[in-house]
């Protein structure tokens, strides 16, 4: 799944390298094995954060992109969309793409982060339980995290250096560490429908929805070709 996402990762317009990073020498080898480039990690790491700013500390980037594993329908677009924000605005420090929730039985599954945000798309929480809570539903929107956010690099290196905060801790959410400490997290909204590996039975409907979907079947046919 991991070397999957990394191929889709590839594809993208506005990424100039793609690398896994990784404290499991198993998943290193698989990457190598297959052309990509692997860098490994402390394996302390708690936050997926923390291993991509130990990662990236080598690297010479300005933007630095956090692709989550378990992401194996990601579609190339988005990745370049978390990106532009921060192309166009140094202000931007931190962006992380944004999915709507359109099966209310999601805001109840505590596999998926939920995420509220302002009229300016700016992220106000972050939160494993069902939010916002509504007494009526007019107009409302419900959206969900994904595990796409992009970085400046200096700020990833200053979120690295931040405490872990208590909600982040409590929620086990990366970014409400942005949050607590009075930064600011850019949402993007995508249309593109996710849907994530959070446990070993979410793999069937995965790899269901790949096959029967054209836009997921084109994409897997260039991966695989690749």
């Known amino acids: ?21 990784t404290c499991d020498k198993e998943i290193k080898d698989v990457v190598e094995a297959n052309g990509g480039k692997a860098i490994m990690t402390s394996p302390a790491h708690e936050r997926c954060t923390d291993r991509i700013e130990e990662a990236a500390t080598a690297l010479d980037a300005d933007i630095v992109v956090n692709v989550q594993g378990d992401e194996p329908v990601i579609v190339p677009q988005v990745v370049d969309d978390v990106v532009v924000p921060l192309q166009r605005d140094d202000k931007v420090l931190c962006s992380c793409l944004i999915y709507p929730i359109t099966d ?10 939920k995420a509220v945000l302002d009229r300016n798309n700016w992220i106000m929480y972050f939160s ?15 959206y969900k ?82």
């Open 1 to 21: 799944m991991i070397e999957h996402v990394r191929r889709r990762v590839s594809l993208c317009k506005t990424v100039d390298e793609v690398y896994v990073a």
């Open 104 to 113: 209310l039985d999601e805001l109840r599954n505590v596999n998926i982060v």
């Open 128 to 142: 494993r339980s069902p939010i916002p809570y509504f007494k009526t539903r007019d107009n409302l929107k419900f």
């Open 145 to 226: 995290q994904s595990g796409i956010m992009a970085f400046q690099k200096e700020f990833l290196h200053q979120y690295s250096r931040l405490p872990p905060t208590n909600l982040e801790k409590a929620e086990s959410v990366d970014m409400l560490r942005v949050l607590e400490h009075g930064h600011r997290v850019l949402g993007v909204v995508t249309p593109y429908v996710t849907l994530g590996v959070d446990i070993p039975s979410d793999i069937q409907k995965v790899e269901n929805y790949i096959l029967q979907n054209e836009v997921q079947k084109k994409y897997y046919e260039m991966t695989v070709s690749g």
